[in-house]
């Protein structure tokens, strides 16, 4: 099976947001569907925190992507209509520059020497891609969770490169609630003696803190009343327990565990720390003034839809209320989408039938 | 200033749920107020996680108290009234026997061979107090958090010990969200090096195991709405942010950061390990053949109070719904009271205007 994934060469130097820049980066992306003579029938999304550019299977891959349901001939997102485009953020270490990589300049692992990394530095790297295949202006930016960030990002410091929207699950800004849960995984792994100040290797390993971190990032994923349902007080068989003091003894933590086993070593925890950061930092208002509503005014798109739910605890169905009334106060004719699925701020990735039904009913539409 | 606390000295063996016992073991308590000739104005409160007996300040101990707001002559629990007992929950190492008291056999602390310990036991030792003091009902039984849980066992195991009921912010069994959360702060203690298997000392101490518990605590007790109109995203002075990679930057983590200082080192670490996981066993539906309306039917009191709030997410406002529909159900008078606090889970012990109004009034009628 070959490699499905592309690589985008970013222009060298690449300047960051904060200061400092890169050099040689690229980022990875994947593919479906064929771009047009018009070139005016591309989608973009962008991608939450962990997964790669492998949003669904495809000709290189036919293993099944994240997103899988939504996206596919005949499915939400059509790609006997659109020719849609997936990159791995600029940091994760799903195939793009990040600090797992090798800074050219030392032959050597960034580590904790990349530069300072912003969802702003994600959405200039993914613009450049899309600009490299000769597209002026995406019919459709789709951005889930901190992808939904990264695309307001996209769309305030690029005008007119856009010309509907899908935010799905997201936020304008971070708020103290997420940027406390955020802060407790990053300290997690920080405080992991493993991490050792970034020089970890496959020997000595943060997995004790990378494990805690993805477990907390579990439980604020999902909801409550998701759980009540689904593992309520069921127990352990006997045999499946650890055998430890305070071991695990109901299913709900078992299921945590099973997470964070896949979890742990498939992520460079460096990166997972870049990419959580870039996360707190984020904020439209610094595009206006201070203010979430007037940042969100200097977005000029034709239409968008902005998708939530109401067992989000993560990024609550308020500030997706906030980036509608923002954008249509910009001028765009606005859907909003609250639904009621009980899979909490991972229901965009769960109840398919629900998101395919908003998402899919807008892309008809256009 | 001499010590507040009185001690009482549990039968011995004293029997524990699950097996095993206690000799020699005794709980700490503290009372305010005077028990009147007919020993027909008794209050019990039983507490949460953390507190000590220390409730509010009195002659002994003019130190504020961990619920100084509510009670005292005059105050919602008007010593001037009622005679009212708070006790250091067994298995708490604010005076009680705990995994951190030496255990007579071995003249060692007990550590891990502490037998386990559940709310059942917390319960049965303090109704072992109030029947020493002479009581044979008390006027009124008052849980908040974890103690609402104690304070549910108390009644469902010893009927006709208890007039009337104050059920405050707490569960009538561990959902799986709230085993998740205190799951992974057991975590993050057992897998702290320094726990080394709870033989930990002043020298090796799982500080930073205890200091992210109390941090994912904090995190669950309060809530998103409180925090957004406290810290917003409000940075730490230059001069007070970490000097390390990924320090803190925003106000809320400062919080956290000086919550966890004040709790690690002033909680023994095993006691909290076995006080955790004796909240996760509780589960008031064992009583009632798997039912938790059942369970409750059990608990044959005059009349109850049971409070919640709309922004708690350990213990969501549908537990207490159903802890007053099983009062009920079982016969008594119930007065529900759902608060809309934005302080979450620590309502009640922030919000004394609200609680107090609606504790005060309930007692002030009895």
């Not at 997103?67 to 499915?75: N, Y």
């Not at 799903?94 to 994600?122: H, I, M, N, Q, W």
């Not at 990378?210 to 999902?222: N, P, Q």
């Not at 950061?277 to 509503?293: K, P, Q």
Request: proline share 5%; hydrophobic share 40%; glycine share 10%.
């Amino acid at each position: 099976m070959s490699d499905a994934r592309q690589y985008f060469n970013l222009p060298s130097p690449f300047a960051m947001k904060r200061g400092g820049s890169l050099h040689g980066a690229r980022i990875a992306y994947e593919t479906w569907g064929s771009l047009n003579a018009a070139r005016d029938n591309a989608v973009l999304i962008l991608t939450g925190l962990s997964p790669s550019a492998h949003a669904a299977s495809n000709a290189h891959d036919p293993s099944h992507g994240w997103w899988e349901g939504m996206l596919g001939p005949g499915k939400a997102i059509d790609t006997n209509r659109w020719f849609v485009i997936c990159v791995n953020s600029l940091g994760s270490d799903k195939g793009s520059t990040c600090p797992a990589s090798l800074d050219p300049a030392t032959g050597e692992p960034y580590r904790l020497s990349f530069p300072d990394l912003s969802l702003e530095d994600v959405a200039n790297a993914a613009h450049g891609l899309v600009k490299s295949l000769g597209i002026e202006q995406l019919a459709c930016l789709i951005g889930c969770s901190m992808g939904g960030m990264s695309a307001l990002g996209y769309m305030v410091l690029h005008p007119n490169s856009v010309r509907t929207h899908i935010s799905v699950d997201t936020a304008p800004q971070a708020q103290p609630f997420a940027i406390a849960i955020r802060s407790l995984q990053r300290e997690a792994i920080r405080l992991d003696a493993d991490w050792n100040g970034g020089q970890y290797d496959d020997e000595r390993y943060p997995d004790i803190g990378m494990s805690i971190a993805r477990k907390l990032g579990v439980i604020t994923y999902r909801s409550a009343m998701e759980w009540n349902g689904r593992f309520a007080r069921i127990r352990l068989d006997p045999e499946q327990r650890e055998e430890q003091p305070f071991g695990f003894e109901f299913q709900v933590e078992s299921y945590l565990e099973s997470h964070a086993r896949r979890f742990v070593r498939t992520f460079d925890p460096n990166s997972y720390l870049y990419l959580s950061r870039a996360s707190d930092w984020f904020d439209i208002a610094e595009y206006g003034n201070g203010s979430v509503l007037e940042g969100l005014k200097h977005i000029r798109i034709e239409q968008a839809l902005v998708i939530g739910v109401s067992t989000d605890i993560l990024f609550p169905l308020e500030q997706q209320e906030q980036i509608a009334e923002g954008l249509e106060a910009a001028g765009a004719k606005v859907e909003f989408v609250a639904l009621d699925s009980p899979q909490g701020h991972d229901a965009f990735l769960v109840d398919i039938e629900n998101y395919s039904r908003a998402i899919g009913g807008f892309l008809a539409r256009l």
